[in-house]
């Protein structure tokens, strides 16, 4: 009864504020952040009460494989916790950023969609269902991401709309080959008839690059990363720390792990396409990253890269691997967050995003410039920031599987990042001859200065809790990709 | 025959991508999209499909049935598609009032 919370609790204030709308075009800021913030205690409640962490409700008491259900193990809990608290602090951060748009009330209406439908998809023990929130997914960051209606945020909407519908038919079709030869859409019992009749049937073989193609896509790794960097910088602030925060890592690496090491089963040829698709896209990002000039496209493509990270963490196929990636997705979830909410105040401060043309910003914005720091640190993988941590098992785990080219290519990686934030901390910072430009630059309003520094607070706290994250939440996460296929034996016996 | 029919949903949705892929113009490509829905629908209700089989409604005697699962997915990616191309026509719509053409090629606000 309480996974149900997740999903109707933003559908339901989204409905009511469609109908307030009528009433006050410019409301809607209160109801948004409350229901984020319900969901956020109700997770953290989770990790308390549910021992093992494992929770299944079927929806109208119908059993299992016939009814629909809503299914919550150690990794759902992980990437519900993530996704809580990103949207709920990115609401608290858009109470007063959203300020200067128009119609504020759609913003929140899209954004309780969108947090109803990643919420829905970590949960959903069913097929389709998670199809179906996939796409509640994409409608709402389609219409996010056009919300200014600028020349450049129409474009790049379309781009993705186009780009993201084809990677949902790819999804969709590869679904219709499982359930052709499993006849069912409940994944723990798809699981199951998969592994007891027909391991190496040729319509599952079609299925799966079916499906990692269109899970690639909503990832953006590499080959299938262009609508990313234009996408998630034209979006409005807050928007794009949830885009790139958390919609890819939900929509792209969830799906993967959920369909490929807990439904079909992986196989050897399936993870080194993953580490090395991983490790392309690391390049890839941290490269085009030093190139550019924009604030945010810098991190749209720093986003590419350490997604990269992620997938390299999963490719690698070791516990000490997984539990990498596990923490990379938390890290990244909070550094990269932050770094956009810290490039949305300085827009919304300066009126400008090229970093060519700031300069000297560290006197004027002190709490921005803290909160820039921590982020950036963490990013670069300094200790005792979380993202030292993450990076460092990543490299770990390289090293004891034996790949030692890719380790000495990682640590190459580390440094062109250490290189990008650099670049951006010197010139919109530090450098001081565009200071008398911004005489009236002041630090940006309350809401947005409290969710900066939360993040900030949370981006070195990884760090400094590391073992125990470790204990509580990693290590029972890791549980489910090493236990893989026993997945629907684990969720039908509930 | 009974594998010509998947072939040719495929090749449905393949002829779908080739037209997202080559066309530029930015209706062109909404009606790719929809021919590669399309393509996928067409799998779906020929999955359901067995031979010598009635519609399942249980009759005395008659132990086999078509699968009306598929079926009754299809409305729903139905909606989601038509859903999905509204959104893009409107969006469109109000590419065209800004650039004053919907020629994707000469679209280039954005460096990609």
Redesign the interface.
Known sequence: MLLLIFILLPIVSALILILYERINKESGSLITFTSTLINLSIVIFLFFISSDNRIVYHIGGWPSPLGISLVLDSFSLLMLFVINLISCLSMLYSIDYIKHYDSRAKFFILNLFLIAGLNGVVLSGDI?NLY?FL?IIA?AS??LI?FG?G??D??????Y??IG??G??FI??GI?FL??VT?S?DLADISKIIHQHSATNRAILFAIPLLLFGFSLKAALVPFH?WL??AHP?APAPVSAMLSGVVIKVSGIYGIVRIFFSVTGVSTTLLQILLYAGLISVFFGAFAALYQNDFKRILAYSSISQIGYIMLGIGIGTPLGYAGALLHIINHAAFKSLFFMVAGAVNYATGKRDTRELGGLSKKMPITYISSISSSLSLAGIPPFGGFFSKFLILLALVKANHLTLSILLVISFLLTLAYFIKIHRRVFLRSENSELYKNVKEVPYSMRIAMIILAIICLGLGLTFPWIMKTFINSAVNIFTNGINYGNIISGL | MGTLIYISSFLLFLIGLYCVVVKDNLIKIIIGIKIMGYGVCLFYIMISYKSDAIAPIIIKGVKNYTDPLPQALIPAIMAASFAAMILMLATSIRLFEKHKTLDMSKIKELKG
């Not at chain 1, 129409?154 to 781009?159: H, K, M, Y």
Request: hydrophobic share 50%; glycine share 6%.
């Open positions: 389709f179906i796409e409608f389609y219409a056009a209606l020349k450049e129409l474009e790049a909407s379309i781009r709309q186009v519908t084809i949902s038919f969709f079709f219709g359930y052709s006849g859409l262009a960097p234009d034209t």
